[in-house]
């Protein structure tokens, strides 16, 4: 969740988030330039396709100065005619020449093709024809051909020409529309106006130079129609392509949610079957239950005839401030001044931490309340711009925490506020009934004057110094936190600001600062060497904007440490073997030994067994040994095992193990004397003890036997005693009370060994 921003953010009156508001035209760039380049890739590839013929040009068909078979001809500059025709049958020489597509002394002539050699020349209604796309035409002498009345020699002969463009020409053109293009795009401003408008630029001059080619033996000065489609190209893309920038402020708060103030509605939650407390308090706060856990429990409002408003007292500021009450303000005024010890004024860019409490005006008790700060003075306290330390909470107690600038900073970078350092805060707090002090309670402090000549501080990182960095892995980005803008660089030795290598990227605005009012800068560190201590240093250097002999410079480099680690292993995972118990169910306990990774395998370490999806963490980890129990019952069990240590390093392991369910005592299964003493032998390990009296004793209160493997156990062997033995197992299984699990009789040993078990 997103805290509101600090309050201090805003006082100083320059607070903006900027945000680039621009329209997404990625759409349209991309259509143009993927049309541009399919257009280019298709004449070309058509042109390359043509089939290699010698085409007819207009020099050539100008040096025919007679046909044969023709007795004579005329050329009057209008009209070829013979002497026997008459003239209105021929073709004229202009209608021959706006046939072309295009001029130059090196294109052909489209619209026409060759026939063989023959004596006369067709009449001008076949010719006509010719032109409107229609067959064969005119002829010349000799056997080369014209292009066909077609598309496909139209774009031929259009291709031919472009190709034989010169290009250095070409070229200069493009680059004068791009330098006209950028000049405007620079003065439209927007976004990147002047890179695209040289690209609109570019694009419309080289489009009007190869269409004024294109179109005839003109000069580019005097093609006005390609000139205007060139234009209109270039107009188009910069129109699609610009961005307006413009800069709006946005503020995002994510807060609780706030009940309405009173109790108007309570009583609507007792029309529900059931009204609970949460539904009660969300109606208004000051909604509340009476009579709880009762038939008559109800929704009610708690105070509805509550008038007064909280009063708002002081409680403290942080360590090397005071504050005293301030005697400026009118008797009916209530406020303090907060100074240094020694009553002067704040330090710039250090933090300024305050407190209050609030009290009913009436009672003079303890009372939550919702508190408001502005650095202007309002009427209400909804027209109140923050909640004091980012909270909507109706509290006992509120804290605000600033760091300011000093008056040169806020005078560089917005003169117009003419600020001197002194500051006045205004708070208001309101009760659950919507009661505020009208008359706001004040804040007056100051901010030291005269030139900073403090360097900045780094007062923290975004990952903590000394932290350990996963198994070969070579960079992290981390961000570094400063008291105040600066411009910060790393190296890998300490060495002063100008000599270090390596920028990072901070936040240079004053209204930039983040919610614990410190500055961002944000650095990849590169170069990390697993097993091994790599030391960082960085150095930052304040007031960006300033100038050079103003500005301050850390001389000290902080120190930062990040561990290289190596791979983490587990070596020891328990248990593997059979687990019995007297009970349904068993206590097992998981044990994992971990080593290497970090600090010789401190990890944490989870497990799940083939019943779970997801791991659950061991109840005692974060050393290199972890223990969790299970209570389980008598069957087969695989435990998967995941450790994870600081760096990031991870390991895997399982177990297979199975449980048994034992509730039986120990069985004797022998009984006899060997040198002089009695022994037993029972099933399984146990410990024994008898009585010469009966079988109604406790274990523990018996003569023990000895034993060395908890299978063989031995007494004294007296011939006028009887031995009543109870045995029991690990798990605490013996028989019954007044029940032995056997009874020896020396004196009749041969008949008198009997089993009770």
Same mark, same amino acid.
């Given at each position: 969740?997103?805290?509101?921003?600090?309050s201090?953010?805003?006082?100083?009156?320059?607070?903006?988030?900027?945000?680039?508001?621009?329209?997404?035209?990625?759409?349209?760039?991309?259509?143009?330039?993927?049309?541009?380049?399919?257009?280019?890739?298709?004449?070309?590839?058509?042109?390359i396709s043509?089939?290699?013929?010698?085409?007819?040009?207009?020099?050539?068909?100008?040096?025919?100065?007679?046909?044969?078979?023709?007795?004579?001809?005329?050329?009057? *500059?209008?009209?070829?005619?013979f002497?026997?025709?008459?003239?209105?049958?021929?073709?004229?020489?202009?209608?021959f020449?706006?046939s072309?597509?295009?001029?130059?002394?090196?294109?052909g002539?489209?619209?026409?093709s060759?026939?063989?050699?023959?004596?006369?020349?067709?009449?001008m209604t076949n010719?006509?024809?010719?032109?409107?796309g229609?067959?064969?035409?005119?002829?010349?002498?000799?056997?080369?051909?014209?292009?066909?009345?077609?598309?496909?020699?139209?774009?031929?002969?259009?291709?031919?020409?472009?190709?034989?463009?010169?290009?250095?020409?070409?070229?200069?053109?493009?680059g004068?529309?791009?330098g006209?293009?950028?000049l405007?795009?620079?003065v439209a401003?927007g976004?990147?106006g002047?890179?695209?408008g040289?690209?609109?630029?570019g694009?419309?001059?080289?489009?009007?130079?190869?269409?004024?080619?294109?179109?005839?033996?003109?000069?580019?000065?005097?093609?006005?129609?390609?000139?205007?489609?060139?234009?209109?190209?270039?107009a188009?893309?910069?129109?699609?392509?610009?961005q307006?920038?413009k800069?709006?402020?946005v503020?995002?708060?994510? !807060?609780?949610?706030e009940?309405?103030?009173? *109790?108007?509605?309570?009583?609507?939650?007792?029309?529900?079957k059931?009204?609970?407390?949460?539904?009660?308090?969300?109606?208004?706060?000051?909604?509340?239950?009476?009579?709880?856990?009762?038939?008559?429990?109800?929704?009610?409002?708690?105070?509805?005839?509550?008038?007064?408003?909280?009063?708002?007292?002081?409680?403290?500021?942080?360590k090397?401030?005071?504050?005293?009450?301030?005697?400026?303000?009118?008797?009916?005024?209530?406020?303090?001044?907060?100074s240094?010890?020694? *009553?002067?004024?704040?330090?710039?860019f250090?933090?300024l931490?305050f407190?209050?409490?609030?009290k009913?005006s009436?009672?003079?008790?303890?009372?939550?309340?919702?508190?408001?700060?502005?650095?202007?003075?309002?009427?209400?306290?909804?027209?109140?711009s923050?909640?004091?330390?980012?909270?909507?909470?109706?509290?006992?107690?509120?804290?605000?925490?600033?760091?300011?600038?000093g008056?040169?900073?806020?005078?560089?970078?917005?003169p117009?506020?003419?600020?001197n350092?002194?500051?006045?805060?205004?708070?208001?707090?309101?009760?659950?009934?919507?009661?505020?002090?009208?008359?706001?309670y004040?804040?007056?402090?100051?901010?030291?004057?005269g030139?900073?000549?403090?360097?900045?501080?780094?007062?923290?990182?975004?990952?903590?110094?000394?932290?350990?960095i996963?198994?070969?892995?070579?960079?992290i980005?981390?961000?570094?936190?400063?008291?105040e803008?600066?411009?910060?660089?790393?190296?890998?030795?300490?060495?002063?600001?100008?000599?270090m290598?390596n920028n990072?990227s901070?936040?240079?605005n004053?209204?930039?600062?983040?919610?614990d009012n410190?500055?961002?800068?944000?650095?990849?560190?590169?170069?990390?060497?697993?097993?091994?201590?790599?030391?960082?240093?960085?150095r930052?250097?304040?007031?960006?904007?300033?100038?050079?002999?103003?500005?301050n410079?850390?001389?000290?480099?902080?120190?930062?440490?990040?561990?290289?680690?190596?791979?983490?292993?587990?070596?020891?995972?328990?248990?593997?073997?059979?687990?019995r118990?007297a009970?349904?169910v068993?206590?097992?306990?998981?044990?994992?030994?971990?080593?290497?990774?970090? !600090?010789?395998?401190e990890?944490?370490?989870?497990?799940?067994?083939?019943?779970?999806?997801?791991?659950?963490?061991?109840?005692?980890?974060g050393?290199?040994?972890?223990?969790?129990?299970?209570?389980?019952?008598?069957?087969?069990?695989?435990?998967?095992?995941?450790?994870?240590?600081?760096?990031?390093?991870?390991a895997?392991?399982s177990?297979?193990?199975t449980?048994?369910s034992?509730?039986?005592g120990?069985?004797?299964?022998?009984?006899y004397?060997?040198?002089?003493?009695?022994?037993?032998?029972?099933?399984?390990?146990?410990?024994?003890?008898?009585?010469?009296?009966?079988?109604?004793?406790?274990i523990?209160?018996?003569?023990?036997?000895?034993?060395?493997?908890?299978?063989?156990?031995?007494?004294?062997?007296?011939?006028?005693?009887?031995?009543?033995?109870?045995?029991?197992?690990?798990?605490?299984?013996?028989?019954?009370?007044?029940?032995?699990?056997?009874?020896?009789?020396?004196s009749?040993?041969?008949?008198?060994?009997?089993?009770?078990?």
């Amino acid at each position: 969740m997103k805290k509101e921003k600090s309050s201090i953010e805003k006082m100083t009156n320059i607070s903006e988030l900027e945000i680039n508001k621009t329209g997404n035209k990625n759409v349209f760039k991309t259509f143009f330039i993927i049309t541009n380049l399919v257009l280019t890739i298709v004449a070309f590839s058509y042109l390359i396709s043509a089939e290699p013929t010698d085409w007819i040009t207009e020099s050539q068909f100008a040096s025919q100065t007679e046909f044969p078979g023709a007795s004579s001809y005329m050329l009057n *500059g209008q009209n070829y005619y013979f002497n026997t025709p008459q003239l209105s049958d021929w073709v004229t020489t202009n209608d021959f020449m706006a046939s072309k597509l295009l001029g130059g002394a090196s294109s052909g002539a489209a619209g026409l093709s060759a026939v063989p050699d023959t004596s006369s020349l067709l009449p001008m209604t076949n010719q006509m024809n010719l032109l409107a796309g229609g067959g064969t035409g005119l002829t010349t002498r000799g056997t080369a051909p014209f292009y066909q009345a077609t598309f496909s020699g139209q774009l031929k002969m259009a291709i031919e020409s472009i190709s034989k463009v010169p290009w250095f020409k070409f070229l200069g053109w493009v680059g004068i529309g791009a330098g006209i293009g950028a000049l405007i795009g620079m003065v439209a401003g927007g976004k990147d106006g002047a890179t695209w408008g040289a690209v609109s630029g570019g694009i419309g001059a080289g489009s009007a130079y190869l269409l004024a080619q294109w179109w005839g033996e003109k000069t580019l000065a005097t093609s006005w129609v390609p000139i205007g489609i060139g234009l209109g190209i270039g107009a188009t893309i910069f129109i699609l392509t610009y961005q307006k920038e413009k800069k709006v402020i946005v503020e995002f708060n994510c !807060r609780p949610f706030e009940p309405p103030v009173g *109790g108007e509605d309570c009583e609507l939650c007792n029309a529900f079957k059931t009204c609970s407390e949460y539904s009660c308090k969300s109606l208004g706060q000051a909604c509340g239950i009476v009579n709880p856990g009762t038939t008559e429990q109800k929704c009610v409002w708690l105070n509805p005839r509550d008038v007064n408003s909280p009063i708002i007292f002081m409680t403290g500021v942080n360590k090397g401030l005071k504050y005293a009450p301030d005697k400026n303000l009118r008797p009916d005024k209530t406020g303090v001044v907060i100074s240094k010890e020694d *009553g002067s004024c704040v330090k710039a860019f250090t933090p300024l931490e305050f407190s209050i409490s609030t009290k009913d005006s009436g009672t003079g008790v303890g009372e939550p309340s919702q508190c408001k700060v502005d650095y202007n003075l309002t009427i209400q306290f909804a027209d109140m711009s923050y909640y004091m330390g980012g909270t909507n909470l109706f509290l006992y107690n509120h804290t605000e925490t600033l760091s300011l600038p000093g008056p040169e900073t806020i005078n560089k970078i917005s003169p117009e506020l003419k600020n001197n350092g002194e500051y006045t805060l205004y708070i208001r707090c309101q009760d659950a009934n919507g009661n505020f002090n009208v008359d706001p309670y004040s804040v007056r402090f100051c901010v030291e004057k005269g030139p900073d000549t403090t360097p900045p501080i780094i007062e923290n990182t975004s990952i903590l110094n000394g932290y350990p960095i996963l198994f070969n892995k070579s960079s992290i980005i981390m961000e570094v936190y400063t008291n105040e803008p600066s411009e910060c660089r790393w190296s890998k030795t300490d060495t002063s600001y100008s000599n270090m290598e390596n920028n990072m990227s901070c936040d240079l605005n004053l209204w930039e600062m983040n919610i614990d009012n410190r500055y961002t800068c944000k650095v990849n560190l590169t170069g990390i060497e697993s097993r091994k201590e790599n030391d960082f240093y960085f150095r930052c250097k304040d007031k960006p904007g300033f100038e050079e002999k103003d500005r301050n410079v850390n001389t000290n480099s902080y120190k930062f440490v990040i561990f290289g680690t190596q791979p983490l292993n587990i070596i020891e995972s328990e248990p593997k073997t059979t687990i019995r118990g007297a009970t349904d169910v068993v206590p097992v306990t998981l044990t994992i030994k971990t080593d290497n990774g970090y !600090r010789n395998g401190e990890a944490n370490c989870y497990y799940k067994n083939s019943n779970m999806t997801n791991y659950i963490q061991f109840l005692e980890t974060g050393t290199n040994e972890h223990k969790q129990r299970q209570d389980l019952g008598a069957g087969s069990y695989t435990y998967y095992f995941k450790c994870v240590d600081l760096g990031g390093n991870t390991a895997y392991n399982s177990t297979t193990f199975t449980v048994e369910s034992d509730k039986s005592g120990p069985i004797v299964a022998r009984v006899y004397k060997e040198i002089g003493q009695l022994k037993i032998k029972t099933t399984e390990e146990a410990e024994c003890s008898y009585s010469n009296r009966d079988c109604n004793f406790e274990i523990d209160d018996g003569i023990k036997m000895t034993t060395t493997d908890f299978l063989i156990h031995t007494s004294e062997w007296k011939i006028n005693l009887i031995y009543f033995i109870r045995c029991r197992d690990k798990y605490n299984n013996q028989p019954n009370p007044n029940i032995c699990s056997i009874i020896v009789n020396p004196s009749i040993f041969a008949e008198g060994v009997t089993s009770s078990s």
